[in-house]
């Protein structure tokens, strides 16, 4: 198993701003991932961190928007720049630990006002 | 692009009693994993049971199981003996075996209600 600890576990932010998440994985994985989840909602990829390359990023997610940084193999940051109200979400970070399943942080919960 | 459907926003149980979520999924692929995940209200994603494509056995956890028909693309979860400690969000997810994305994608959730 893996263990995921994300910062900060919440956040109120002012428009235009930036808000950069933190996640530490407690052993060295290949592939790190970060997911948005928005009210009452499912959750939806943003992006693959791979270490030492670019992060691949889903449909309708920019880097400019969601830069990602993937230092090494236990770490990732997702920053939401420029922030509007509807970037008002829960950010999940997870990883791989093997064929079988994904760990996940506990999640930060970002207020946009 | 594989699809995730779940047809229960919410559902509902007495404690000690047994039910039952759906998930059907959409794919093209013959090799891939299937998932539910527990999302309590503390937002953690906790791992409730999974299920390699290739297996024709249904998975088991202790109070959990699931009815898995590959032709059908039906993915269902059974909970027996719900406990208070059931209530929460239970998402299924899908995961490819064909290649060396590890990603999931979720269905929309189903919020589990236990009565006592």
């Known amino acids: 198993s893996a263990v995921i600890s994300q910062k900060p576990s919440r956040d109120i932010c002012q428009r235009g701003t930036s808000l950069t998440i933190q996640c530490q994985v407690d052993?060295?994985?290949?592939?790190m991932f970060w997911y948005r989840q928005q009210p009452g909602q499912s959750l939806t990829l943003i992006a693959t961190?791979?270490?030492?390359?670019?992060?691949?990023?889903e449909s309708g997610f920019v880097i400019d928007k969601f830069p990602i940084s993937r230092p090494n193999l236990t770490f990732s940051t997702l920053t939401v720049s420029n922030m509007s109200p509807e970037d008002s979400s829960i950010y999940l970070c997870?990883?791989?630990?093997?064929?079988?399943?994904?760990?996940f942080g506990s999640g930060t919960q970002l207020s946009v006002l | 692009a594989q699809t995730v459907t779940q047809s229960q926003p919410e559902m509902s149980v007495q404690e000690a009693e047994t039910v039952t979520l759906s998930c059907t999924y959409d794919?093209?692929?013959?090799?891939?994993?299937l998932f539910w995940y527990k999302q309590p209200p503390s937002r953690q994603m906790i791992l409730v049971i999974r299920q390699e494509a290739y297996k024709q056995q249904n998975a088991t956890e202790n109070r959990f199981s699931v009815n898995f028909q590959k032709a059908a693309k039906s993915f269902s979860l059974k909970i027996s003996d719900s406990q208070l400690g059931d209530a929460a969000m239970y998402f299924c997810a899908y995961r490819s075996a064909e290649g060396v994305s590890e990603k999931l994608v979720f269905g929309k959730g189903t919020k589990l209600t236990v009565n006592p």
């Open positions: 794919t093209s692929e013959s090799d891939y994993y």
């Open positions: 961190a791979n270490q030492g390359s670019e992060a691949t990023y």
């Open positions: 997870s990883a791989g630990a093997g064929a079988y399943q994904l760990f």
């Open positions: 052993s060295q994985v290949t592939m």
